[in-house]
């Protein structure tokens, strides 16, 4: 099932830390939060990713064309310094499609983009690509073609810091609570869909706006409510709460660190075969 990832935002509230690069680029520990995005779609077996490019969109080109799998994967090197040997690999196995969708267009704008490269997919995944989860994605997946709908996305509940307030009539207060105690759910992000989205995306539409209100209308989009982990990456503050959460070694979207967690997951007790990649030293970028 392809993967859509939506990389082409100018990502204005969290400038501190995206200046000079598209937000999708920004950094969680030593790879750009898009880089885990695609990590954890390609640990439930979805490898197929199409990106959709707009701000500074050749950082994004450059970086896979040059990737570098020493960066988070452990090597030897041999005879003399000529040679690395990588013991797995990132990337080696990913197909990654990148299309130029417009610096200025909407979500969906961008999606109906990307649509001539859906060819022969029913279903097909896509992703804001600034949020991360450890919710198991088979499981939104399988919901989605039991209840047959067109569309459906992860609904969680908001990590914001600020409070939800209830008041009386005349100003009085009734309650105060955090935006992670309510019972406020929002779009998480994580979307499935069916190929028939397109006939509901006009010109011009955002995806959540128009599109989104005709399947309402009609019963065609579905959420699933996840109370577990997720959070998004808006804010500086945000970015280092996940950094804080990967220098720990305490990041629950690394499912691909655990074992036994993907869909496809090996025998229980079953040893984990590692995939080695040997590279001439002189192809190596550090």
Known sequence: ????????????????????????????????????????????????????????????????????????????????????????????????????????????????????????????????????????????????????????????????????VSMADGGLIQEIKTMGDCDLLINGGYFVFKRSIFDYIKDGEELVQEPFHRLIQEKRLMGYAYNGFWKSMDTFKEKQELDDLRSKNRAPWELWKRQNTASTAPPENAPEKASVHTYPLESVKI
């Open 1 to 164: 099932m392809k993967v859509v990832l939506f990389c082409g935002g100018l990502g204005m509230r969290i400038r501190e830390a995206s200046e000079n690069v598209p937000k999708p680029m920004v950094h969680v520990g030593d790879r750009p939060i898009l880089w885990h995005v695609m990590k954890y779609y390609a640990h439930f077996g979805h490898k197929d990713f199409i990106l959709c490019l707009g701000y500074q969109s050749e950082v994004i080109k450059n970086y896979f064309v040059n990737y570098n799998e020493f960066m988070s994967n452990d090597f030897v090197l041999s005879n003399g310094g000529k040679d690395l040997r990588v013991f797995n690999s990132d990337i080696h196995d990913w197909t990654i499609t990148f299309v130029n969708t417009g610096v200025n267009a909407n979500i969906g704008q961008r999606l109906k983009a990307v649509e001539p490269y859906l060819q022969g997919e029913e279903t097909f995944l896509a992703n804001y690509s600034d949020n991360l989860t450890d919710f198991h994605l088979p499981k939104l997946i399988e919901r989605f073609h039991e209840q047959d709908k067109t569309a459906a996305f992860l609904c969680v509940r908001p990590s914001l810091t600020c409070h939800y």
